[in-house]
């Protein structure tokens, strides 16, 4: 007999099926027992009154898995108004052994760190898998919207032989004894794929070696990069990740059900944008302050709320000095640069802007620098040969799902966190 999800169950009603899933919760009653299964699509009630097989669920715990084989019968307390009657149990493995904590609580109890230590069991809660469920449709609007917009996906390495960033906090390692890094970002390669494909895109794992221990910041994350070419400025890269945003939240919420009770952000048909000196002058930060500090940011979010009813906020035109080599200055003041951060309910969600695309002007950047062209010398040689005009943005993936679903901690809405602390599970 074919196996069909709890999700669908409600189109079998007076039909005998099967399921197959986790034992979820057992309520076990004085005339009636009541068997709850968990699968990848929701919650089954299986009705037991069959006294031998009452006596057998009694020694059955929780996650252990089983397929159920009974007659669907309608019952509007049922989740989703239909539930198994007349059933058979199956086991379909070794009973499982006691669970450090329960999972058929609506909110998980233990510590974030003790979720985290059993991380395989927590993520079967339904609030942490909803979070991974929430992460997989916002990268495949991601990928969709993107795709619709004439990109081609790229896959670069991640391991390379320089620090893309210019900056030290990179993981070292061996590579068949000679030194290379785990990768900060695609940047290099997505801006020499664009001399080939003009418009490319990529969903990856990227690797700071920050000593941040924050609970908006990752050793390791997902990044969603784009990079297209033939721009006027960093404007139409701005107007390109709107669409890719806007596509990111429709896909979220055709989650549905998944999402219910979840305040999912209206994307404005032109998100507001401030210069970074503008942007000071609202957070009430000093004139001369280099970068917007996280404080500074929330702020930021809130007028931007409050003014433009707009949970999404750009701010363009940070300073040259706190921005990567190959970024382009503004026309007319080379202090700013055509660079942008998109803000998400008050936190840097998204950093993107113009690059260079001399290779003059790369020369001159990385010597104004102090920094000799020579390492970057397999990067520059797209630059040799005619590039056009082109810039991209790069999308931090769970502090998308963070704010989506109002995680305090980007480590609720991350399978397998990696951070000053953390290399297991």
């Known amino acids: 007999m074919q ?102 609580r609506p909110v998980l109890t233990p510590t974030l760190p003790t979720q985290l230590d059993h991380a395989p069991l927590s993520l079967r809660h339904p609030s942490r898998a909803r979070a991974l469920r929430i992460s997989a449709a916002a ?75 924050t609970t908006r910041h990752l050793a390791q994350y997902t990044s969603l990069d784009a990079e297209l070419g033939f721009i006027g400025d960093h404007r139409d890269v701005m107007a390109v990740l709107r669409e890719t945003v806007a596509a990111m939240v429709a896909r979220v919420g055709a989650l549905g059900a998944a999402v219910e009770g979840l305040a999912l952000p209206e994307v404005p048909a032109e998100i507001p944008a401030l210069h970074f000196s503008e942007a000071l002058k609202i957070a009430g930060a000093p004139a001369d302050e280099p970068d917007l500090a996280p404080a500074h940011e929330r702020a930021i979010g809130e007028w931007a709320k409050q003014e433009h009813g707009s949970d999404f906020v750009f701010v363009t035109g940070y300073p040259m000095a706190k921005r990567p080599f190959y970024t382009h200055p503004q026309p007319g003041d080379e202090r700013w640069s055509n660079s942008f951060d998109l803000l998400f309910r008050g936190l840097e969600l998204v950093t993107g802007g113009q690059r260079l695309h001399r290779h003059s002007d790369y020369l001159a950047a990385l010597a104004a620098r102090g920094e000799s062209a020579e390492p970057y010398e397999p990067y520059l040689q797209a630059f040799r040969h005619g590039m056009p005009p082109h810039g991209g943005f790069a999308i931090g993936l769970e502090r998308f799902v963070a704010r989506i679903t109002g995680a305090q901690n980007i480590r609720e809405v991350t399978a397998y966190p990696r951070d000053l602390h953390r290399v297991t599970p």
Not at 37 to 65: C, F
Request: glycine share 8%.
């Open 3 to 104: 196996r069909i999800l709890s999700v669908e169950l409600p189109r079998h009603v007076g039909a005998r099926i099967t399921i197959a899933g986790w034992i979820h919760r057992r309520r076990l009653l004085k005339a009636v027992s009541f068997l709850i299964v968990r699968d990848a699509s929701g919650l089954s009630q299986v009705v037991v009154t069959e006294p031998e097989l009452r006596a057998h669920l009694e020694t059955l715990p929780e996650e252990t898995v089983v397929a159920v084989e009974g007659l669907v019968t309608a019952n509007p307390a049922a989740p989703g108004g239909a539930e198994l009657t007349e059933p058979v149990v199956r086991l379909l493995g070794e009973p499982a052994q006691p669970t450090p904590f329960d999972l058929y």
């Open 139 to 213: 990268a495949a609007g991601f990928r969709a919207g993107l795709d619709g917009l004439g990109f081609t996906e790229i896959h670069t390495p991640k391991i390379v032989a320089t620090a893309t960033e210019s900056g030290a906090n990179v993981f070292a390692l061996d590579y068949f004894g000679r030194p290379a890094y785990l990768a900060q970002s695609p940047q290099f390669y997505k801006q020499q794929l664009v001399g080939v494909f003009e418009r490319v895109y990529e969903v990856g794992p990227v690797f700071r070696a920050e000593p941040s221990d």
